[in-house]
């Protein structure tokens, strides 16, 4: 659903705008780790319009930033995110 609502947003806003738009998939994550803060300021720094992150919310209501449903890709280990407590 989130993701849904992510691209219906930037349905509207690719509607309205009159330019085309540059947006950072999961920030600069060729020249920087995806979804982190650091790969969203590069996409900025190089110029991007806007940048897309995913997101989830772990088992205790905390906002986690990854593309995975698990961690097992980023992090060696794996943690079902939405099943996960935040400190885990």
């Known amino acids: 659903m989130p993701r849904a609502l992510l691209i219906l947003l930037f349905g509207l806003v690719a509607c309205v705008a009159q330019a085309q738009l ?11 780790p995806e979804n982190t803060l650091a790969s969203f ?5 190089q110029g ?29 280990v794996k943690h079902v995110v939405v099943e996960t407590a935040f400190a885990e």
């Open 22 to 32: 540059i947006i950072g998939h999961r920030g600069a994550s060729h020249d920087a």
């Open 48 to 76: 991007a319009d806007g940048v897309e992150g995913d997101f989830y919310l772990s088992a205790d209501g905390k906002i986690v930033c990854i593309h995975d449903k698990d961690t097992e890709r980023v992090a060696g």
């Open 41 to 45: 300021n590069l996409a900025w720094e």
